[in-house]
């Protein structure tokens, strides 16, 4: 799987749009983008996945460059509930596909 | 579905027990994923299986570390002898795999601390 750079943190404020982005400049062309967060002491949860087109669901929206070598996630309203470490992974689809963490990013949302 | 299902939720043992951490992935799904989480480590894969067979355990940490499928709807990860640096919180996973892509579900984890 193809390794993705993230900054270790950033905050935002309440009721803001929270903008995470993420590098993976050496992304396959068969690889996709997913990204989950972990709340303190919780499993981690997926929120959205894509290929090449933007992705919206209830929980985010992630905008993908044309050539597929960034990302970003985008939480529209962001709440405190929100604060959590955010992991952007990309991995082949398939029956053998490893999903692999790395160091992910910490998001502060502030009252 | 109650969502994957870990037991115990908290462990605490003694250096050199045996300890084996359960789980039962979602029914119907064919991957399995065990992790362990430190602070210092963060999220590790440590073995992930695909029908049961194990597909890629390159990140058991050693000899002591034992995982086993031995049907859909069961997994266990055993430690023997335990120590302390085997402190963390391990994290089972599992997901439905195959042509498509589909997200892994985790279960809340158990606290192993080794004393």
């Given at each position: ?93 398939g029956a053998n596909s490893k ?13 | ?49 695909n029908?049961?067979?194990?597909i890629d ?59």
């Amino acid at each position: 799987d193809a390794k993705t750079t993230q900054p270790p943190s950033m905050d935002c404020a309440e009721g803001r749009a929270a903008n995470l982005p993420c590098n993976h400049s050496t992304i396959s062309g068969n690889e996709y983008v997913y990204w989950y967060r972990q709340i303190h002491s919780q499993g981690p949860q997926y929120i959205i996945h894509g290929l090449k087109n933007n992705e919206t669901n209830e929980m985010a929206s992630l905008i993908i460059t044309e050539d597929r070598k960034s990302s970003t996630l985008i939480l529209p309203h962001a709440t405190l509930r929100d604060t959590a470490v955010y992991y952007c992974i990309v991995r082949v689809t398939g029956a053998n596909s490893k999903l692999t963490f790395g160091k992910g990013i910490t998001l502060s949302v502030r009252p | 579905d109650a969502g994957v299902i870990q037991s115990p939720r908290h462990e605490v043992t003694e250096m050199g027990q045996e300890v084996t951490l359960r789980c039962k992935p979602i029914s119907g799904h064919n991957s399995l994923f065990w992790y362990r989480q430190t602070m210092m480590r963060g999220l590790e894969l440590l073995i992930y299986f695909n029908n049961n067979v194990p597909i890629d355990d390159s990140g058991m940490p050693e000899d002591r570390f034992s995982a086993k499928m031995p049907n859909a709807s069961f997994s266990t990860l055993k430690i023997q002898p335990s120590e302390p640096r085997d402190s963390a919180v391990y994290f089972c996973a599992s997901s439905l795999q195959g042509m498509g892509n589909t997200e892994a579900f985790f279960g809340q984890g158990t606290r192993l601390t080794v004393v």
